[in-house]
C-alpha cells in the first residue's frame, strides 16, 4: 500500500467548485526569502482625513461632494470600469476574434465615515448597515434589465491594489457573467443535478465532520480553509441554509453574516499583527430572472500574506503559466488561524 | 446600426487560446492612482556578488557549491515544489474531497554568471545558450516516464515574487498536464479536429494581415499583443511554423528565438526605462507520448507594470473573484511598444 499522505508529499486537489486543480507544495515553506518584502500599511490613521475622497464632506476624484454620511455611503465609481449606456454589440470575426458590449453599473460604498477603521474594527452593529447595503444593492441592482450578476468585493490594504485606506468595498455588476461564478455555477449545477441538494451543504455537512478545516461557527454561517485552497491563509464563509442570494436574507442572517466578517477579520488582524490585507467576495446566484436551486451562498477571503506581515505569496511564473501552488496545507493554515486570540491585537 | 467600437466601449473578449473571457475598459485608465508604488529594483549590481547563491563558485541555500561555470548552469533547485521520489497515491472521497500524488523535477537555470546583466542586456549568442538548456532539459525531463509536462520560466524583478536578482529562470517538470496547458491543449484540439490547422497557425496569420497588434518580427518567429491580453503589456511570442515543441527546434530557430527574446526585452525595458518585470513561460506539447498535432509552441509574457516604473496593474477583487479586467486596449499597448527605440536605453 502507498504510504501517500497529505502533510508530507508534494499533491494537487481538486476544486470542486470550479474544476481547477490546485499544487500543494508542504515541505516548501522551509525555503529561504531574499525576494520583495513589503511595506506595512501605515497603521496611525486620523479619523477624519481632509485629503481622503472618501471621508465625509470631502470632494471626490470626480469633482463631486460626499454627503456629511453618518454610517455607510454607496455612490457611483468615478472610474466605473463598466457603464449603463455602453451601446449593445457584438464583433465576431471567425472563432479566434469574438468581443462582445459589457454593460453594467460600478459602485463604491464605505463602511464608516471613520477614515482610521477597518471591519475589524467595527462594532457588529455597524457592519450590519454594510450587509443592508449589500442586500439593497444586489436587489437594485439585479432587478435592471441589462444587469445579470451583481460582484460585491473588497480590496483591502494597498499589497491588494485598493487606492486609499479609508473602509470601503465595491460592486461590479454586470451583464454578462463573469468567469469565476460561471465555472462554479456551472459545477454547482451538475451537482444539483445528480444529487438535488447544493454541492456546498454537503461540502459544508463533511468539513463540520471532518472539523480539520473549520475556523468559525455561529448560527447561520460557518468559516473554513477550503480543502481546495490555493492562498496560504483563504478561507470561505458559507451559509448553512441553501441561501442562494443576499435578497433572501432575513434581519437574522444579516447580522450573523456582520459577526462572521468580524471574527474572521480578527483572527486575521491577529496572525501578523497588523492590519491583514485581502481581497474578498461574495458569490451568489446571476440576476437573470433563472431559478438557481444549485446556487449556495459564500464569500471568499483571499488574503496574500505568508511568512510574516511583510512577506507575501507571490502568484506568479508557474502560477499564471501552468496551476496555482501554495506552500503550507490548508490544514496546517488552519491549525494555526484557530490557534489566535479573538480579541483584537489592538485591545489587548 | 450600433456603434459599438473597441477603442471606446467597455466590453470583453474571448480568449480562443483558453476559452475564458477578459474584460477591457478602455476609458478607465484616466483614474488617479493614490494607491500601492513600488520600490524600483536598484538598477546598480556588481557583476558578481559574494552572498549570492546563484553566482558561480558561491555556496547555495542547499549547501551545495556552484561550480565556476562560464555561460549557463543548471542545477535542481534546492527547494523544488515536486520531487523525484513522491509516493504514488490517490486520496478520493466523493465527488468533493479529491487529491492526488504528484511526482516532478525543479530545475534552476542560471542564464550567465554575470551577476549585473539581464536577458536585454545580454548578446544574442549568450542568450542562445540558454534557449540550447531549455531544448535539451525538455528532452531530458520530457524522457522521464513519470514527467508529462514540462514548464518553463522565467520570474524577473522583485514585485513578480523572484527571489534574486541573479538572471536566472526556472523548469518545473510534473506528471499532470498542469491548468493553463490543459485549457489550451483542449481549445487547440478542437480547433485542430475541426480544420486541421493548428488555432495559433491561423490566429497568426490573421494577426500578420490586421498588423495593428504585431510588434516584432524575424524569420521564424512574431511576436504580438495578442487580442484576449489581460496584462496591461502582454505579448506572445508565436513560432511560424507550427513546432510542436522545443524538441523540434532547429539551430537556426533556436537563434531566432534568442533573438526575438532579446528585442522584446529591450522594447520592455525601454517602456519605462527601468529594468522591466514579468513573468514569461514556454506552452508546448505535453511529454506523454501522445502525437499533439494540435500544439502550437508559443511564449507569454506577463508584466504588471501599468503606467509607470513604480504603479502596476492589481489583479485583485474583481480580478480574482470575477474576470480579469484591463484598463488600456491591446491595440493602444501595442502602438505604444512599437513606437519604443530598438536600442537598450542603457546603450543610448
Ligand atoms: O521559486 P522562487 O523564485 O523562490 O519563487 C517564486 O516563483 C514560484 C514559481 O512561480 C512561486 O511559486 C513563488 O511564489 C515565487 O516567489
Ligand atoms: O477600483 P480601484 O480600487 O481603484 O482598483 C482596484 O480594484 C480593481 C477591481 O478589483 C482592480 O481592477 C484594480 O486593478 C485595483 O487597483
Redesign the interface.
Same mark, same amino acid.
Given at each position: 500500500m502507498?504510504?501517500?499522505?497529505?502533510t508530507d508529499?508534494?499533491?494537487?486537489?481538486?476544486n470542486?467548485l470550479t474544476g !481547477?486543480?490546485a499544487?500543494?507544495?508542504p515541505?516548501?515553506a522551509?525555503?529561504?526569502?531574499?525576494?520583495?518584502v513589503e511595506?506595512i500599511q501605515e497603521e496611525k490613521r486620523p479619523p477624519y482625513d481632509p485629503t481622503c475622497y472618501l471621508c465625509a464632506g470631502n470632494e471626490r476624484?470626480g469633482g463631486e461632494k460626499n454627503p456629511d454620511y453618518q454610517s455607510t455611503y454607496v455612490f457611483r465609481n468615478?472610474?466605473?470600469?463598466?457603464?449603463e449606456d455602453?451601446? !449593445? =454589440?457584438?464583433?465576431e !470575426?471567425?472563432?479566434?476574434?469574438?468581443? !462582445?458590449?459589457?454593460?453594467?453599473v460600478c459602485k463604491v460604498i464605505c463602511f464608516s465615515p471613520r477614515h482610521d477603521l477597518t471591519i475589524p474594527e467595527m462594532e457588529v452593529g455597524e457592519i450590519a448597515k454594510v450587509v443592508d447595503v449589500w442586500q439593497s444593492e444586489y436587489k437594485e441592482l439585479g432587478a435592471k434589465d441589462f444587469i445579470n450578476?451583481v460582484?460585491i468585493? %473588497?480590496?483591502k490594504g494597498?499589497?491588494? =491594489?485598493?487606492?486609499?485606506p479609508h473602509p470601503h468595498g465595491?460592486i461590479?455588476s454586470?451583464s454578462?457573467i463573469?468567469? %469565476?461564478?460561471a465555472k462554479e455555477q456551472m459545477a454547482q449545477l451538475q451537482?444539483y443535478n445528480n444529487h438535488r441538494r447544493t454541492?456546498l451543504g454537503?461540502?459544508l455537512k463533511?468539513e463540520l465532520e471532518k472539523k480539520e478545516r473549520i475556523l468559525i461557527e455561529n448560527e447561520h454561517f460557518v468559516v473554513l480553509v477550503p480543502?481546495w485552497a490555493i492562498w496560504p491563509f483563504e478561507s470561505m464563509v458559507i451559509s448553512r441554509r441553501a441561501i442562494q442570494h443576499l435578497g433572501q436574507f432575513t434581519s437574522e442572517e444579516k447580522m450573523a453574516l456582520a459577526d462572521i466578517y468580524k471574527r474572521l477579520t480578527v483572527m486575521y488582524d491577529n496572525l501578523f499583527e497588523v492590519s491583514f490585507p485581502y481581497?474578498?467576495?461574495i458569490?451568489q446566484s446571476p440576476t437573470d430572472d433563472e431559478p438557481h436551486p444549485e446556487w449556495h451562498f459564500h464569500m471568499?477571503f483571499?488574503p496574500p500574506l505568508l511568512r510574516s506581515a511583510t512577506v507575501k505569496k507571490?502568484?506568479?511564473?508557474?502560477e499564471?503559466?501552468?496551476?496555482?501552488?501554495r506552500?503550507i496545507t490548508a490544514e496546517t493554515s488552519a491549525e494555526r488561524l484557530r490557534s489566535l486570540s479573538t480579541v483584537h491585537y489592538k485591545q489587548r
Open positions: 502507498s504510504d501517500f499522505n497529505l508529499h508534494p499533491h494537487r486537489r481538486y470542486a !481547477e486543480w499544487l500543494v507544495s515541505h516548501r522551509k525555503r529561504p526569502w531574499q525576494g520583495q511595506k476624484a468615478d472610474f466605473s470600469a463598466l457603464l455602453t451601446p !449593445e =454589440g457584438l464583433l !470575426e471567425g472563432e479566434l476574434f469574438r468581443a !462582445e458590449s459589457e454593460r453594467g450578476y460582484q468585493f %473588497e480590496n494597498s499589497v491588494m =491594489g485598493c487606492s486609499n465595491q461590479w454586470s454578462s463573469p468567469n %469565476e461564478p451537482y454541492l454537503d461540502y463533511s480543502y481581497s474578498a467576495g458569490h471568499h483571499y507571490f502568484m506568479v511564473g508557474y499564471m503559466l501552468a496551476t496555482p501552488q506552500d
